[in-house]
């Protein structure tokens, strides 16, 4: 059976193609794995976006169509469907960072109780915390009844943790004000939950008028206004800007209005149509936040364990307001069509904040 897969060109984001690929013979050692279902967000629109100076079109390199097509990661889950790896069986359900397609041919090493390592040649330069696939039935984050919020919610949240982690790590930069922007976007109102949680900081969340009324319901931030309401903020007021729209504008706009702008982070794209550099700029330089760095020092300081069980007990905590305020509400895409449409809808910024989409290429 064919692998399909769902193909992005690199420079024209909104330009998708489907094609079919014939499954080779395993080489000794790799496993093919199923992509049961995977979530698309404004995440993988960052991916796509930043995905030749981050290399994240390195993870899935596309085979025989040149250098302008791509595969957007994705997080979700996975089960194998064929092995020749001996400590990787048949049956067992992953998750990980897979391509958009119904099938992906990995190579685990470094195989433990817990998960394994995809060890293929082309992803060794790359951070290793996306080369990691876990073991359902020893993840601590595993809960069966919650698939499509931890496919959603969890690899954002972990960027949210650590974006969360790292401004204590650095006091804050002397702020105790910090603007979000893209309000909406899972990203950054996992990083304002997280930022709620601690005494003393005001977080604010920019966003459309269209969807003001929903940053304002999920009550992580101290205050929501609109894009147009920017100016209305005290210009002395030291603050640190957290940039998920990547708007080049707006970006303008903040670094040029506040006199005492501390720090400007950039995390993501969700505008992608309004994405542009930051050079220029009066203030601080707009610093791209890298998830994976803050990830390896905090392992470095605390030891893998204890920045996983901060992370667990964090998440636990985040899930538990998700479900009970109804955050998010997932939807399922089925089938190339279906997955097609769900991309152009979350590229265009098209989707309701409260939806989640989920989408599947591997057949009923």
Request: aromatic share 10%.
């Amino acid at each position: 059976m064919p692998t399909t897969e769902l193909l992005v060109h690199k420079n024209q984001l909104a330009t998708t193609r489907v094609r079919e690929v014939p499954d080779a013979p395993l080489a000794p050692g790799q496993v093919r794995v199923r992509v049961d279902r995977f979530a698309l967000t404004a995440n993988n629109i960052t991916y796509a976006a930043f995905g030749d100076a981050m290399h994240y079109w390195d993870f899935y390199p596309v085979q025989g169509d040149g250098a302008d097509w791509g595969t957007v990661p994705v997080w979700g889950f996975g089960t194998v469907v064929e092995s020749g790896c001996a400590d990787v069986p048949v049956d067992e359900r992953l998750y990980g960072y897979w391509p958009m397609a119904s099938h992906a041919v990995l190579t685990p090493t470094r195989v433990m109780p817990a998960g394994w390592t995809d060890g293929a040649a082309h992803r060794a330069p790359l951070p290793a915390v996306y080369n990691q696939y876990e073991r359902t039935g020893a993840d601590p984050f595993y809960r069966a009844d919650t698939e499509d919020l931890q496919a959603l919610l969890r690899p954002l949240f972990a960027t949210s943790w650590l974006i969360d982690d790292f401004m204590a790590d650095n006091d804050f930069f002397g702020a105790r004000t910090l603007l979000l922007s893209s309000a909406s976007s899972k990203t950054a109102y996992a990083t304002a939950w997280c930022l709620s949680q601690r005494a003393g900081i005001e977080v604010i969340g920019l966003t459309s008028a269209a969807n003001a009324p929903f940053c304002q319901s999920l009550g992580s931030y101290h205050r929501v206004l609109t894009y147009d309401a920017l100016e209305s903020l005290d210009p002395a007021t030291p603050c640190v800007y957290i940039d998920f729209a990547g708007n080049a504008a707006l970006r303008r706009r903040v670094h040029e209005h506040f006199q005492a702008l501390r720090y400007s982070c950039s995390v993501g794209g969700a505008h992608v149509t309004e994405l542009g550099g930051a050079k220029d700029l009066p203030g601080p330089r707009a610093t791209l936040f890298f998830a994976p760095a803050q990830s390896k020092k905090r392992s470095t300081e605390w030891g893998r364990a204890v920045l996983a069980e901060r992370m667990v007990g964090a998440w636990q905590g985040f899930l538990a307001a998700a479900q009970s305020h109804g955050w998010v509400q997932p939807a399922h895409a089925q089938g190339p069509a279906a997955a097609q449409a769900a991309y152009a809808q979350v590229l265009g910024g098209r989707m309701d904040p409260r939806v989640g989409q989920m989408v599947s290429l591997a057949g009923d």
